[in-house]
């Protein structure tokens, strides 16, 4: 059974970087053709697509985040990480990892989607 | 961008009545692979969203055969034949034809 699993800081202050990382159990995250991705949501808001990488390390990252944004694999971890430089109160949400079945989107696994808020 | 609509953005239901929730899309969902990039997503209170349905018609793995998608180009609509309670929660239209992704603002499904 595939599972995720979000690890890192819930508190970040301004103009710092909020740094989150998901542990995948039960498959590699080198398993061709699959995508990992990273979907937030502020509270009591809706859902906003951040980005994904490829099994192969190729990265698609939401153009309204692109400046500020990086995901990376860690095969070595099974791990997929996301890094948001420059962050404001705006960037206060539940932020899910999920494993994203093909190019076209086809999210089946998602993550707990912890809180990360942005304050001083 | 695509620019995702839903209506109604708020559905109260009767246990064992059918519901109905209709997703747009600011553009054509089509492919040239023949499918339409659509997906159905279901939030239930307190918990991470969950797939429904993928590629506008295909039920994901478990989700039960009364959840039902349909639709091309840009209409789409998710049909529940008959609401069980533990349908509740926010359901949400996603398109993955182009970067980035975008969802619906969610249609919130309640018990009368």
């Known amino acids: 059974q595939v599972q995720l699993q979000e690890s890192g800081p819930r508190l970040v202050k301004p103009s710092e970087t909020l740094s989150l990382s998901c542990t995948v159990s039960?498959?590699?995250?080198?398993?061709?053709?699959?995508?990992w991705a990273w979907i937030r949501q502020p509270p009591g808001g809706g859902l906003e697509w951040i980005g994904s990488?490829?099994?192969?390390?190729?990265?698609y990252y939401n153009p309204s985040l692109k400046s500020r944004l990086s995901i990376s694999l860690d095969t070595s971890q099974n791990q997929f990480s996301l890094r948001l430089s420059s962050v404001t109160a705006a960037d206060t949400a539940s932020y899910y990892c999920a494993r994203q079945l093909s190019y076209n989107g086809r999210l089946d696994v998602w993550g707990q989607g912890p809180t990360v808020s942005v304050s001083s | 961008d695509i620019v995702m609509t839903q209506s109604p953005l708020s559905l109260p239901v009767t246990p064992g009545e059918p519901a109905s929730i209709s997703c747009r899309s600011s553009q054509s969902l089509l492919h040239s692979d023949g499918y339409n990039h659509l997906d159905w997503y279901l939030q239930k209170p307190g918990q991470s969203p969950q797939l429904l349905i993928y590629l506008g018609s295909n039920r994901a793995p478990g989700v039960p055969d009364r959840f039902r998608g349909s639709g091309s180009g840009t209409d789409f609509t998710l049909k529940i034949s008959r609401v069980e309670t533990e349908d509740v929660g926010v359901y949400y239209c996603m398109e993955g034809l182009q970067i980035p992704f975008t969802f619906g603002p969610g249609t919130k499904v309640e018990i009368k």
């Open positions: 039960g498959v590699s995250v080198t398993f061709t053709n699959y995508y």
């Open positions: 990488i490829s099994y192969s390390g190729n990265t």
